[in-house]
């Protein structure tokens, strides 16, 4: 089963298309509300499958984004000289990258508006113990807890899963890790 998380209208659409001629089950995760306004590529191609895709190079930290966090990832990252990975598919997971991305970054963290527990961190977890890579990573989604219903930014901002939020979850670890 593919579960795709586009990170702009551009990929949802490249998503439905991979979709489509996939021959087997296949998801869409995306958000309520609008996407960030991405330049559309009138092209329908397909996605190769579970291939992420490097948007910004930094050092030591690495966020690995699960859809429309991306923006605001890479806003965190200029402040942090962080990484940026879309990383465009929960399953299958894109083992190879993200072996490559830990093994040259001291912190990984991954973002998603989806649930932590069970969510798309978890599988990158899962996929680093099963290898016996030891590397400090956060896990950044919604809780397992009810979220008052608000527009999309508000939740997203009290979920700390904003720009300021994202930053501020970063920092605190890099400072418990005495990597700040």
Do not use: W
């Not at 930290?61 to 429309?68: E, I, K, P």
């Amino acid at each position: 089963m593919l579960v795709m998380t586009p990170s702009d209208e551009n990929e949802l659409r490249m998503m439905l298309s991979t979709g489509h001629l996939y021959n087997g089950p296949a998801a869409v995760r995306y958000p309520r509300g609008t996407g960030p306004n991405a330049p559309i590529d009138k092209s329908l191609e397909p996605i190769e499958i579970g291939k992420g895709v490097i948007r910004r190079q930094g050092r030591q930290v690495a966020l690995l984004v699960f859809g429309v966090q991306l923006a605001e990832a890479l806003q965190v990252a200029e402040k942090l000289d962080a990484t940026v990975v879309d990383m465009r598919f929960v399953k299958p997971l894109d083992e190879a990258l993200v072996r490559e991305i830990a093994s040259s970054h001291e912190l990984l963290v991954t973002i998603e508006e989806n649930a932590i527990m069970g969510g798309a961190g978890g599988a990158v977890s899962e996929y680093l113990a099963r290898e016996n890579i030891l590397k400090p990573i956060l896990h950044l989604g919604l809780p397992d807890a009810y979220v008052e219903h608000a527009k999309p930014a508000q939740m997203l901002a009290e979920c700390g899963l904003d720009e300021a939020g994202i930053e501020a979850s970063v920092r605190q670890r890099l400072a418990l890790l005495g990597l700040a």
